[in-house]
């Protein structure tokens, strides 16, 4: 794969301001790129297509995907974390050494900031919803998590939410500035705070994992019959949010694919 990291991801950035299919931004926040380990923010701000979002960025980068992401806070109306999960190394840096051979890292995470100010409560599960549909998705997850800014909240808990945020550990949520440092390159100073508010509030994870423009792709046996040849669906998705059942931890999975195979029992 041509290019390094810090090339792509630039590109990759370029593409979400510049793509015309995208809804204006609001507010745009600029984002650096250089050599990093580990997670790489790209972090702007885009109203709400999550469909030519993840597209337009994909085409960018051209990797494949291994999961689509996004978090927000417990009830909190006007932001969330997109976070799009590659599949695929490169290297870190332009540097080349006549018969030396430089190592390749996993290509890291990036994040936009959606805005959804303004939007009814099920509207951003609606575009997730219709996105998991074009892209392919057999399901979209939903889970609920508590705050775990408590006593004897377990370490899963607290790393479960680090990473739904998009930090790699608790080093890296504690450098600030939207973790800029050793694994991220961008000014994301929301995300800190989210993180915060969340941590008191709990928050929500959206994930799926599309197979057009995925690595499920791949995968011969994954028989679903109402995929298209290019791997997608068209709208309209049959499928609408549900609601809330009530506090503390919830998982709901929304079932988008479907296959005509029989399923023989174990014995």
Not at 95 to 105: A, F, T
Not at 176 to 199: F, I, K, Y
Not at 233 to 245: E, N, Q, Y
Request: charged share 20%.
């Amino acid at each position: 794969m041509e290019g390094t990291l810090p090339e792509r991801n630039m590109a990759a950035g370029a593409a979400l301001f510049k793509s015309p299919v995208l809804w204006k931004p609001r507010r745009c926040r600029t984002f650096k790129s250089g050599p990093v380990v580990g997670f790489v923010v790209v972090f702007v701000e885009v109203r709400m297509n999550l469909f030519e979002t993840v597209t337009a960025h994909s085409a960018a980068m051209r990797l494949p995907l291994y999961a689509v992401t996004v978090t927000s806070v417990a009830r909190h109306p006007d932001a969330a974390l997109l976070s799009l999960h590659w599949h695929g190394f490169l290297r870190q840096t332009p540097l080349k050494m006549p018969g030396v051979e430089l190592p390749r890292r996993p290509v890291p995470l990036s994040i936009a900031r959606l805005d959804i100010s303004g939007e009814r409560p099920d509207t951003l599960e609606q575009a997730l919803l219709e996105a998991a549909w074009q892209l392919g998705a057999w399901d979209l997850e939903r889970i609920v998590r508590p705050p775990w800014w408590r006593l004897g909240a377990p370490a899963t808990e607290v790393s479960e939410a680090l990473r739904a945020f998009g930090y790699a550990d608790e080093e890296d949520a504690a450098a600030g500035n939207g973790g800029a440092g050793e694994h991220a390159v961008a000014q994301a100073s929301d995300r800190d705070q989210m993180l915060r508010e969340a941590s008191r509030r709990g928050y929500v994870r959206w994930l799926f994992r599309p197979r057009k423009g995925g690595i499920w792709s791949a995968i011969p046996e994954d028989a679903d019959d109402t995929l298209d040849s290019s791997g997608g669906r068209t709208l309209p998705c049959p499928v609408v949010p549900g609601l809330a059942s009530g506090p503390g931890p919830q998982r709901i999975v929304y079932r988008l694919g479907h296959a005509n195979v029989p399923v023989l029992g174990s014995g």
